[in-house]
């Protein structure tokens, strides 16, 4: 899961950070609104934490933004506006929960799984496809047939929990730059998305699991099967 952090405030913003990768979650920061607004509506993130005192635009000119162009992405607004007509007014702007600040950090890691089950009607613990099981909170890989577990690196596990969760489309290469990196994709070369599908399959293939990733040529990958294997 990759988690867009819109917040001001750098010293909090980078503590939020820290925070979340020890949860393993990839996390980027914007610290103004109009910054925030941009990478919000590129729509690599599964979840947005965000401020509304902001420089340039505040939070709820964004949210209002983000649900004017159809954008579904979920949003915990965390910020120090704490009457009850603050906490309307962001919910009825298309916020998902909202938290106050000061804020204890396992109420926001709940509120984060508690949005992930509602978004993806899964049990948030384990994804799974096929004979495969992937851990979200050791990023441990299994395969059901064969006992066999590996560990994955924050990168092949942000790029498997993506192939699954998007099962049966076509993933490009951009879509997984943009996903695994985030704002620094632009700086990556080409064929990263290729180095870490290849770190990937080898360690599919090392669980024993029928589970294949497969390249279409200039377009992208997907999931199959291979039964025969």
Not at 65 to 85: G, S
Not at 123 to 138: A, P, V
Request: a neutral charge; charged letters at 30%; one cysteine or more.
């Amino acid at each position: 899961m990759r988690i867009l952090i819109i917040e001001d405030e750098y010293p909090l913003a980078d503590a939020i950070q820290e925070i979340l990768k020890r949860n393993n979650y990839a996390a980027d920061i914007e610290t103004n609104g109009e910054d925030g607004l941009n990478a919000a509506l590129t729509n690599i993130y599964d979840l947005i934490i965000l401020d509304l005192m902001l420089p340039q635009r505040d939070g709820l000119n964004i949210l209002k933004e983000l649900r004017k162009n159809h954008q579904t992405t979920p949003v915990i607004i965390l910020t120090a506006k704490a009457t009850t007509d603050d906490i309307i007014k962001g919910l009825d702007y298309g916020a998902d929960d909202y938290l106050t600040k000061p804020f204890a950090t396992k109420e926001l890691l709940a509120r984060i799984r508690a949005i992930s089950r509602r978004k993806d009607k899964i049990i948030i613990d384990n994804l799974k496809y096929e004979d495969i099981e992937l851990n979200k909170y050791n990023r441990e890989l299994s395969c059901i047939t064969t006992n066999k577990k590996i560990k994955l690196s924050e990168k092949e596990f942000l790029l498997l929990e993506y192939l699954i969760n998007n099962q049966k489309i076509i993933i490009t290469k951009e879509q997984i730059l943009d996903k695994l990196w985030g704002k620094e994709s632009l700086e990556l070369e080409y064929n990263n998305a290729e180095v870490y599908v290849s770190f990937l399959r080898k360690k599919i293939n090392f669980i024993g699991s029928s589970v294949k990733i497969k390249a279409l040529r200039n377009y992208g990958y997907i999931l199959e099967v291979n039964y025969d294997s």
